[in-house]
T-cell receptor, first 113, second 111 residues
Framework: NAGVMQNPRHLVRRRGQEARLRCSPMKGHSHVYWYRQLPEEGLKFMVYLQKENIIDESGMPKERFSAEFPKEGPSILRIQQVVRGDSAAYFC???????????FGNGTRLTVT | SQQGEEDPQALSIQEGENATMNCSYKTSINNLQWYRQNSGRGLVHLILIRSNEREKHSGRLRVTLDTSKKSSSLLITASRAADTASYFCVPSSGGYQKVTFGTGTKLQVIP
């Protein structure tokens, strides 16, 4: 059973470009979370999704950031018009049920130049 | 959601020794979880202890929970170099895992 798969592992974007981060949850998991980690800091919650629904996006900036988890295919975290402050590691996690422990991917490291 | 506070911030021990790290939290919980993060990798769930449990074991891991003091400890026995990582505690009130991670305890095990 493959773990949570995130791609790409590393992504470099120039200021103003768009970044699309993908996450395939573990098989059988319908709950997906996105977290952001700045250097030397803990992970910060961004958004929680279930299939086709955004349940809680309270940790995600209102502008430029969006997330989706379609019926078919991976979850996508999209950052439009990236700025240097968006440089961070973005982690996706999934779980089989609402209150189950999280299974994390190895993250996507976004660098904005 | 609430955030656990891990102590110490950093810990360096020799291989074979035991490592103990502590966690404090502020409000009542349904369960408390411990995670490990190796450098450059995602977090790995280690163990979950429920509020009605006082102690739990998993391999070389031993977790205690004292809800009256709002604290937990993680003991790693007979440490190995591969245990070198950051460790995080996550107090949870139940429901979906909108958890907040602190800065963790950075453990270094010297071979």
């Amino acid at each position: 059973n493959a773990g949570v798969m995130q791609n790409p592992r590393h992504l470099v974007r120039r200021r103003g470009q768009e970044a699309r981060l993908r996450c395939s949850p573990m098989k059988g998991h319908s709950h997906v979370y996105w977290y952001r980690q700045l250097p030397e800091e803990g992970l910060k919650f961004m958004v929680y999704l279930q299939k086709e629904n955004i349940i809680d996006e309270s940790g995600m900036p209102k502008e430029r950031f969006s997330a989706e988890f379609p019926k078919e295919g991976p979850s996508i975290l999209r950052i439009q018009q990236v700025v240097r402050g968006d440089s961070a590691a973005y982690f996706c996690a999934s779980s089989p049920a609402e209150d189950s422990p999280l299974h994390f991917g190895n993250g996507t490291r976004l660098t904005v130049t | 959601s609430q955030q656990g506070e891990e102590d110490p911030q950093a810990l360096s021990i020799q291989e074979g020794e035991n490592a103990t790290m502590n966690c404090s939290y502020k409000t009542s919980i349904n369960n408390l979880q411990w995670y490990r993060q190796n450098s450059g990798r995602g977090l790995v769930h280690l163990i979950l202890i429920r509020s009605n449990e006082r102690e739990k074991h998993s391999g070389r891991l031993r977790v205690t929970l004292d809800t009256s003091k709002k604290s937990s400890s993680l003991l790693i026995t007979a440490s190995r170099a591969a245990d070198t990582a950051s460790y995080f505690c996550v107090p949870s009130s139940g429901g979906y895992q909108k958890v907040t991670f602190g800065t963790g305890t950075k453990l270094q095990v010297i071979p």
